[in-house]
Each structure stands twice: as C-alpha cells, then as structure tokens.
C-alpha cells in the first residue's frame, strides 16, 4: 500500500524528510515493502501545494531554492485547509516549536486525528503540553500519534524504551538533551569564557540569536516532560518541572570539577521514587566514571535506569537536518508495518 504524506512545515527538516524518502525510495521498498508520496506540502512562506497522486519533490526543493515560492500544483489553502482537504494517510507535523501555547501545532494535529489521519511530529509543543490529550484524541479516532523525533532527533530514544527495553522496569531517565548546552560548556572546559562559547555557538548555529530556550534549560524541560510522560507512563505539566540552565556556571565552576574528576553537565531527570514522580534540568557535577560525563561537543546522550538490565546508555545527535527527518521516517515506517499488520 502506498503511504500518502503530508508536510506542514518545509524548513530543515521538512525538507530532509522529502531528501530522504526521494533518495531511498528504492531502498525502502526493497527492504521493508515501503512506498510512499508526498502529496501536499504547507508552508507559511512557501505557500501549499498538492497533487493527490503525488507531488514532484524535486520541483517544489528547487523551486524554493530559486523562486523562494512553490508555484507548481500551488492551491489557495493554509495548513488546516491541507490538513482536512488532502488525501493523505499521514501528517508529518513539523511547524515551529511553541512550548507556550502549542500552537499552531495543536490545531494541526487534532484537525488530522478529527480527519482520520496519522500524526508523525519533531514538534515539542503538542508532546510536551498535552501528550495525554493528543493520544485519547488519536486513539479515539483509531490514528497513531507518533513523536520518537522530540526528544533526541534521529537518535531512538522512545522507541529504545517501547521496543528492546519493553519487560524492563524503568526507575529512571537521565540526560544531556540539549546540544547547545553541551557545547558550550565544552568549550569552556578547554578554556573559553561562557561568553565566548556562546557567541561560537551562535555563529556555528548551535544557538540561536536569542539562546535563552537552550542556555535557560527550557527546551531541555520540555523533553524531560515528554520522558515523564511517555517513557515513565506518568502524567506531568512542563511547569511542574524544576528548571535551572547554565548561565551561573563560571570558569572557576569549571575548573573546580575538574579538581575533583568531574564535568559540568546540564542534566534532565525523570525519576519514580515511592511511586511519587521527581522531574528536573539542572547543571550539575558528574563524575567521570559516569557514562555521561564522556559526552562532548553537540551531543546528546541519555541514560535508562532499569531492573534487569542496570543501566542502558545511548548517545547519538540531538539536532540536525538529516538526522531529524530520519527521525519521522523510523515513525512512517513504524505506521506502515502496524498498518501491515493490521491489514494482514
């Protein structure tokens, strides 16, 4: 069966999605008997284009390099407009990230559930704000809710929980869920003032102009309450999470760890103690026996406390254009099968 996609949002990743599923198309089917075809693409300033049986994907990524404009099967329609009138099986929701109110990632998704169609999202807003009302609203309409990219890009962390972890009993997650954090303390291992670290940062594109989402720890946050959520099964509210980021931590912090074989880290945590749930970001000072402290540079790496298995690391790119749309294909892939399945 052919899996019809829409895009909402052609930035970065919109536009790695399309680079991928172009590029292994043959591949795809070979391995896993998956075909699919992007049939809508919505984008603010792109406009919106559709072709029910599939849009030339070359022409609407050259277009936009040149035109700055899809002008090809263009039609007069917003995002909700494509979500509800396409054909598509599945909406790859991949606007920007508004970690206050959701939207207009919100809307997006509950149009599609409402229209019978799948959510496949790198968006932290709808998974970090309201997980459990998006899931009731998709199995309600028998629709997947799929968010492996929110968390860790392309890097499996959900799906590692759900799939070759299911039977463990998770006690406690723990990680560096934000690359640019990372980095910069990195850098200032080596002897750079945060300042400076910033600033090379900001023009390597690890941070934005007004870094305060990453250096003021709320991206991490919303991760760590997306964890809380999906992996421990326990409800949280993003404000619920205390929060501290790394604009406190001085040369003199840095240099006082390293005295004690130690690193400076900003560090999400998820833990059930007495069944009551304990969530977190804040910097702390991890030893170097520890896993985590061996992370450097834009990395991301998080740490599953288990009962059978003790404790299961995985480490892998936080960000990135490939790595995130890889991210929505594990999740397209993962319709399809169940799908499959189903079917069968």
Known sequence: MNQKIAIIG???????????????????????????????????????????????????????????????????????????????????????????????????????????????TSNKGPAALAFHQMKSL??????????????????????????????????????????????????????????????????????????????????ARAKVTILANVVMDTPCNIDEVECSGITGITSENIQSAKSQNSRWKLIGSVELKNGKLHASVHPEMIPMTHPLAGIMGAVNAITFSTDLLGDITIVGPGAGKGETGFSILSDLLKIHRLSEETLS
């Open 138 to 219: 998709a199995d309600r309409h028998n629709v997947f809710f799929m968010i492996e990219g929110t968390v860790m890009s392309g890097t499996p962390v959900l799906n590692l929980a759900s799939g070759p972890l299911a039977g463990c009993n998770i006690t406690a997650v723990k990680g560096i869920l934000n690359g640019t954090t990372n980095y910069i303390l990195t850098q200032m291992e080596s002897g750079m003032t945060y300042e400076t670290a910033l600033r090379q940062a900001q023009k390597l594109g690890y941070a934005e102009a007004d870094p305060a989402g990453d250096v003021e720890g709320y991206d």
């Open 10 to 120: 052609f930035g970065t990743v919109g536009q790695g999605l399309a680079e991928i599923l172009k590029n292994k198309q043959s591949e795809l089917n070979q391995k896993y008997g998956y075909a699919a075809s992007i049939v809508a693409i919505s984008d603010l300033k792109f406009g919106t284009i559709y072709d029910p049986d599939g849009l030339n994907v070359d022409q609407a990524l050259q277009e936009i390099k040149t035109d700055r404009q899809f002008t090809t099967s263009r039609m007069d329609w917003n995002a909700v407009d494509t979500i509800r009138y396409c054909n598509a099986d599945v909406v790859c929701e991949l606007a920007f990230t508004n970690l206050t109110d959701g939207e207009p990632a919100l809307t997006h998704c509950t149009t599609a559930f409402e229209s019978g169609k799948h959510i496949v």
